[in-house]
């Protein structure tokens, strides 16, 4: 039910969401469809309050009036369709007509948000009431009926409102016991028809306003989500990674947690090791056998495509060598996100690793040099390094959280050129079968330059990055050179700890 959901909301958005108790006050033409829409986007918890029963005049607008539910209350028709929906649900159902003593009946404590969808003036004032007595956020809905354009709802504070008949009386109320701070959806379309005895409605409009309420309090609760979180971004780079070695190491000694990391090529490698909380590891794991042929060679391309032997690198060191702790980093709730790039499409992807016995193979795949390593295919797909698409996956990042420190590995200044035309002709050779990995590949200097312009520019990111150019290339076996590297990625984070810590903390 949620995988779709993942890619836009992100994990821990939906995570939020299964730990979210909602109450719908109204489970009219508008409220019956803020559950639709809550329950299908995974909310784990409802109070659901209605003191009716379903009739034929419902069927033209609400979603819970069926034929086969004539004449059924209608919290006991809505308990029934949101377990059909998501059977692990919970659900506290209340008959009632709200009024001030009524409201009494309802259990405030463990609501996170309460949605006021009924019509009636004093009842609405008795939920928001109850509702900010609680400090509980709260939503209400004006009038949805004798409309026709559903393009005019707005929800804003109720001092902003305007044109609607039932927001005008609800902001007056409101005033007058000065309570302050309440959200509405109200629509600026003059009422259709001036006289009559009903209030006439269509299928089409309290709809709108349903799923407009459910994805105002999913987007309100996803950006706090965001607000809460603070993750980590690390480039790649091949042995400049052993930079980045050192700047996690002199930040494990402080315990500096983040929510979640995003690793591209040897950042995913060294970010592995930081999120086991292995001092030192990312930084052997790079250099200790790196004049080794069977780890890193000429040879090894020839004989396995792989100019860093995978299974030496990815498998031997892990293992036997160097050992990884599984468990810690399993026990970790900081995940590692891989960044890979999907050859077939040219984009980059973000693989979450859970079981790092197995999810090393999107950590290789992230660190695939092209021209240097072969595709690395994986449940059917074959991917290169996360570099080519996402050198510095900030923008992803971001997706779920308000702030990021980026570790760079490349000085202040630096600017990424355009691939020189032998090695460009090379490329389009080699990966001829690939159009859209070729056109990444020559747009790539244009992209990082950009995304590095945008973070410079973000008040909400802070870069570590070397205090100097590095003296060592990605390929680079001069274990006195990395040492100096990895010593000066410790040094920077220790220089610019004190900032950095205020950054997070503020």
Known sequence: MEERSIPILGEETIDALKHTHIAIFGLGGVGGYVVE?????????????????????????????????????????????????????????????????????????????????????????????????????????????NKLDPSKFQIKDISKTSVCPLAKKLRLELKKLEITGVDVLFSTEEPVVKVSDTLPTVSFVPSVAGLLLAGHIILSLQQEVKNNRTHLVLEGGGLKGVYTAGVLDYLLEQNVEFDAVYGVSAGACVGASFISKQKTRGYHSLVDYINDPACASKRSLTKTGNYFNKEFVYYKIPNELIPYDFDAAHQNPCKLYATVTNVETGKAEYYPCLDYRKDIEYICASSSLPMLAEIQWINGKGYLDGGIADSIPYLEAKKNAKKCVVVLTKHKGYLCHKQNPILSKAIQLKYRKYPKLIKTLEQRHTQYNKIQSLMEQDKNVFILRPSKALDIDRLEKDKKKLEATYQLGYEDAKANFEELKKFIEN
């Open 37 to 145: 829409a809550l329950a299908r986007q995974g909310v784990g918890c409802f109070s659901i309050i209605d003191f009716d029963v379903i009739q034929p005049s419902n069927k033209n607008r609400q979603i819970l009036a069926l034929e086969s539910t004539m004449g059924h209350p209608k919290t006991e028709v809505c308990q029934n369709r949101i377990l059909e929906i998501n059977p692990a649900a919970k659900i506290y159902l209340y008959n009632l007509r709200i009024d001030e003593e009524t409201i009494e009946q309802i259990d405030f404590l463990t609501i996170d948000y309460v949605v006021d969808c009924i019509d009636d003036v004093a009842g609405k004032i008795a939920i928001i009431k109850r509702a900010k007595e609680f400090g509980k956020k709260v939503i209400s809905c004006c009038g949805t009926a």
